[in-house]
């Protein structure tokens, strides 16, 4: 098999205990989520190849596999962490938000809005991190690295979670900019520094941390 179909490892030393998570949420259990992603990319991907097709990196475009991949982090961390005290699991109605809510505290593990849980998304590109309006409450970003420069691309590197940031967001930690009258344009909210820093103190998980690599910068382009 090519290099590109490789698992990438993830290190119980680039955890922070520290970080404070609710509902009982745990470092390992990102640890074992994070593990989770590797054993699946991995395994679709030799099929993909096996098959004749280019690894998933490839086949998407980079906003679809972002959503992909942010779909795949929830799944990984609720099988992760259903078990803690109260534990979390996917919120199961389509389009409900938060993606993560505590267990049994909504009937049949479904809300279309709810007040407590955890939202979770993917960044893999460097831009400032948006949405259509501030998302107050337990934001989870999950920051990677796809290896889409190398040639022949059959010698790029896995997919490679470089941090998982976990922070309680307030809507002061938003920058709110609407549309004027008239204007089709989308309005947008962008998180501000003093949000960044929150999440910058909630990395759980940092690739390289035991080896005092320093962070990528915060860039968080996926919106909400």
Known sequence: MPRW??????KPSDLDHSVVMPYGMHAPGILSAIEDLYSYLQAINQSSVAHGYERLEEIMLPAGFSGLMSELSV???SHALNTATPGVTRNMRSGGRPDLIPR???PNDAVHRGEQGVEVKCSTSESSWQGHNPETGWIMVIQLTVDRATSPNYDRSP???ERVLLAQLE?????????GEGSRRTPTASITRAGRDKLGAGAVYQRG?????????ITLPIEI
């Not at 179909?5 to 993830?10: I, M, P, S």
């Not at 809507?171 to 549309?179: F, H, V």
């Not at 941390?209 to 910068?217: E, F």
């Open 5 to 10: 179909t490789d698992r990438a490892l993830a």
């Open 159 to 161: 997919t490679i979670v």
């Open 209 to 217: 941390r035991a080896l005092g690599v320093p962070p990528a910068p």
């Open 75 to 77: 799944r990984a961390v």
């Open 104 to 106: 049994a505290m909504y």
């Open 171 to 179: 809507e002061k930690d938003w920058a709110y900019s609407g549309r």
